[in-house]
């Protein structure tokens, strides 16, 4: 939100340049989750919680100040994207300290709950950016005000707004959270994941969904933007994100219920409708109502991640009850639990790192495909046959008749 409207208050940067700045947030979140998804199990989840939160602040504060001076260097906007970063490297850690709270049958609703508020969080920046950015929310200590198309906003506000919040849910994660015993590993234990196979095939899947809801909220503004400047997408924005975070915190039922790997299959169906519906509106995008077309087509894909993020999730602790049931047979069924909650934990953080990576790629095959062919049509295409390949995975491993795991 907010590098989308440094053009209007004088910053001179490219188009690329501006997919790159929304770009590199993903890039360094989906990084930095790969080790957030271990820190759980080795510092416990209250400690770790409120020290990832309090790191919230030093993005927040740094682009406040960097938005207010036309003189500060793409390079310095390049640093605070990446340290943007810390953001999306708490999920990963949230999802596994989760993992452990609750029992089997209620561990999808949980996680799609935990993921599915915690993704609101998209759809508030996006709601409430253009609004506080209107008023001079904290006076002298906020900064001065900039002009963007003959008014007055406060970009910095769209930063500075959220660091009460995060001192507020430091303080909460300290005082009111609680470690479990049982959550503790060490990070060899819970390395043992890279050598299951399934590990590697959920990280596909789940690329193509949540990969795909945090790729097209971080592009969806700027692309609606660059394609059709005429309407001012930034009263609609918040959206899609929206749509996505309720449909994930109200499905996990679903894949409770019907199963995973069966609602998985179906999501993807939809996500190649849906894509190859985007394709066709930014074909015809000079016919009248055009945008209309790709907004619902874009409203359609994220109610599918949201779906899809949730099913993945309910996935990951079945398939491994029942892998590790089958490797450690013979052995004590606490052994077998206790096994099968410790990699599906570890599962859970490790493959919500590398889907956040859709984060990354998404917004950067936009700005890569205008660069070289005029229009963001060619990365649609790429969109659509990804999602073909994980449909054809999640009946190969999951759903079919002699599936290798059924779920």
């Keep these: 939100m907010v590098v989308v409207n440094l053009p209007n208050v004088g910053f001179k940067f490219t188009t690329n340049q501006l997919f790159w700045l929304t770009a590199l947030p993903a890039l360094c979140g989906a990084t930095l989750r790969i080790f957030y998804s271990f820190m759980v199990p080795i510092f416990g989840g209250r400690r770790w919680t409120a020290i990832s939160t309090a790191s919230l602040a030093i993005p927040a504060i740094g682009i406040g100040m960097a938005v207010q001076d036309l003189s500060t260097p793409y390079s310095v906007f390049v640093i605070l994207a990446l340290l943007c970063g810390f953001g999306g490297g708490n999920f990963a850690s949230s999802m596994a300290n989760i993992n452990y709270f609750y029992p089997k049958k209620e561990k999808g609703n949980a996680l799609a709950l935990n993921a599915g508020l915690g993704n609101l969080g998209v759809s508030a920046v996006q709601f409430l950016a253009p609004i506080v950015m209107t008023v001079s929310m904290f006076g002298a200590i906020g900064g001065v005000s900039q002009t963007a198309d003959g008014s007055t906003v406060w970009l910095q506000n769209a930063a500075y707004v959220w660091v009460p919040f995060i001192v507020i849910a430091t303080l909460a994660a300290w005082f009111g959270m609680n470690d479990i015993a049982e959550a503790k590993a060490s990070l060899a234990t819970q390395m043992a994941i890279f050598k299951r196979r399934h590990n590697w095939i959920m990280c596909i899947l789940y690329v193509g969904t949540f990969g795909s809801f945090i790729g097209f909220s971080a592009g969806f503004p700027l692309l609606a933007k660059t394609q059709f400047p005429e309407v001012n997408v930034m009263q609609l924005a918040f959206l899609g994100p929206l749509v996505g975070a309720m449909t994930r915190a109200g499905s996990g039922w679903i894949a409770d219920k019907y199963g ?50 949730a099913s993945t999730f309910q996935m990951i602790p079945a398939i491994f009850r029942t892998e590790r049931a089958r490797a450690l047979k013979g052995q004590p069924e606490e052994d077998i639990r206790k096994a099968a909650e410790r990699e599906g934990a570890a599962t859970i953080g490790f493959s919500s790192a590398i889907g956040a990576f859709g984060a990354f790629f998404i917004p950067k095959s936009y700005g890569t495909a205008i660069a070289i062919t005029g229009a963001p049509n060619a990365a649609l295409v790429v969109f659509f046959v990804y999602y073909g390949m994980c449909l054809v995975l999640t009946w190969w491993f999951y759903t079919r008749k002699k599936a290798e795991i059924p779920c």
């Design 260 to 309: 995973g790997g069966r609602v998985t299959f179906w999501v993807f169906v939809v996500l190649m409708i849906g894509a190859l519906g985007v394709l066709y509106f930014l074909v015809n995008k000079d016919q009248p109502h055009a945008f209309y077309g790709f907004f619902a087509m874009f409203l359609l894909l994220f109610a599918a991640t949201g779906v899809g993020n």
